[in-house]
């Protein structure tokens, strides 16, 4: 259930600006009568609505979740990590819709953590646990075949760290979901950054892979954000149906299509993938 730890001063004023000073700069959340936008250093970093957090504002969280809704239709509960916590906009809508769900989210900034904790409507542990931490080191730390979805969603300065896009990191995330399991992963795309260097990592290992984006992003011509879903179902385990998740993303207010096939492989074609070697990180993090 959830549980309103909306904080009064926001609910009394239904709108205005809040700002807090985190580890990574300054936060910053927007309210609009119960609708509430997280900034970090001026960049939107999530939304949610306090009355009806199932409704996702962000784009690509629709399609995170148009993403799990196919695999593993609702309300069927979920065991999650969400690796990049911000408002924890997504496990809040996951938690409403699926009730028993236990959903962990990383989050390396502490201070920002507890600001999201003190100022969202986010269910408490264990139904959402927001756990301090370094995300690429949570993954490789989680328990074998113990997840049904894995999140990934950190950014830094704009950036995915490189150490949560290599092969060896697709590898942890592989490892640490149940058959069926879902790899989904917002990627920057544009302005320097290329999603198709996350997806070819991916590809290295998962049998099922595709990606969700806006054409002009997708063709470089402005800066925003592919989804990836990637599974690797094992004997006897029922493979995401893509056409039913083609389906699904034509429903949304902005409809969108997944690509996939040989339509995937040649958008990515000439990019490699990071190693932990590639990037200077040694066997343990180094």
Same mark, same amino acid.
């Not at 996951?94 to 409507?121: C, K, M, N, Y």
């Not at 879903?229 to 429903?251: E, F, S, T, Y």
């Given at each position: 259930?959830?549980?309103?730890?909306?904080?009064?001063?926001?609910?009394?004023?239904?709108?205005?600006?809040?700002?807090?000073?985190?580890?990574?700069?300054?936060?910053?959340?927007?309210?609009?009568?119960?609708?509430?936008?997280?900034?970090?250093?001026?960049?939107?970093?999530?939304?949610?609505?306090?009355?009806?957090?199932? /409704?996702? *504002?962000?784009?690509?969280?629709?399609?995170?979740?148009?993403?799990?809704?196919?695999?593993?239709?609702?309300?069927?509960?979920?065991?999650?990590?969400?690796?990049?916590?911000?408002?924890?906009?997504?496990?809040?809508?996951?938690?409403?819709?699926?009730?028993?769900?236990?959903?962990?989210?990383?989050?390396?900034?502490?201070?920002?953590?507890?600001?999201?904790?003190?100022?969202?409507?986010?269910?408490?542990?264990?139904?959402?646990?927001?756990?301090?931490? *370094?995300?690429?080191?949570?993954?490789?730390?989680?328990?074998?075949?113990?997840?049904?979805?894995?999140?990934?969603?950190?950014? +830094?300065?704009?950036?995915?760290?490189?150490?949560? @896009?290599?092969?060896? +990191?697709?590898?942890?995330?592989?490892?640490?979901?149940?058959?069926?399991?879902?790899?989904?992963?917002?990627?920057?795309?544009?302005?320097?950054?290329?999603?198709?260097?996350?997806?070819? +990592?991916?590809?290295?290992?998962?049998?099922?892979?595709?990606?969700?984006?806006?054409?002009? /992003?997708?063709?470089?011509?402005?800066?925003?954000?592919?989804?990836?879903?990637?599974?690797?179902?094992?004997?006897?385990?029922?493979?995401?149906?893509?056409?039913?998740?083609?389906?699904?993303? @034509?429903?949304?207010?902005?409809?969108?299509?997944?690509?996939?096939?040989?339509?995937?492989?040649?958008?990515?074609?000439?990019? @490699?993938?990071?190693?932990?070697?590639?990037?200077? @990180?040694?066997?343990?993090?180094?």
């Amino acid at each position: 259930m959830l549980t309103d730890t909306v904080s009064p001063m926001a609910r009394a004023s239904g709108r205005g600006s809040h700002r807090f000073p985190v580890d990574s700069g300054e936060a910053e959340i927007r309210w609009e009568g119960a609708r509430a936008t997280l900034l970090l250093n001026g960049v939107e970093s999530s939304c949610l609505d306090a009355d009806h957090p199932e /409704v996702l *504002e962000f784009e690509y969280m629709q399609h995170l979740t148009c993403a799990l809704d196919t695999a593993r239709p609702a309300p069927a509960p979920v065991r999650a990590l969400h690796i990049g916590a911000a408002a924890c906009a997504v496990a809040t809508a996951w938690a409403r819709t699926r009730p028993g769900s236990r959903q962990s989210a990383v989050e390396i900034d502490a201070a920002l953590a507890a600001v999201v904790r003190d100022h969202f409507p986010i269910p408490r542990s264990p139904e959402v646990r927001i756990r301090v931490g *370094e995300g690429r080191e949570v993954l490789d730390s989680t328990r074998p075949s113990s997840l049904d979805v894995i999140v990934r969603d950190a950014f +830094a300065d704009g950036r995915v760290p490189d150490q949560l @896009r290599t092969v060896e +990191a697709a590898s942890s995330a592989r490892r640490a979901l149940r058959p069926a399991g879902l790899y989904l992963l917002n990627c920057a795309h544009g302005g320097g950054a290329d999603a198709r260097v996350d997806l070819a +990592a991916v590809l290295e290992e998962f049998d099922i892979v595709a990606s969700i984006q806006d054409p002009k /992003v997708g063709r470089s011509g402005r800066r925003g954000n592919v989804v990836v879903v990637a599974q690797a179902p094992a004997d006897g385990a029922d493979p995401i149906d893509m056409d039913d998740l083609d389906r699904a993303l @034509r429903r949304l207010p902005l409809p969108a299509r997944a690509t996939r096939g040989a339509d995937l492989i040649a958008w990515i074609a000439g990019a @490699r993938p990071l190693t932990d070697e590639s990037i200077g @990180r040694g066997p343990a993090g180094d």
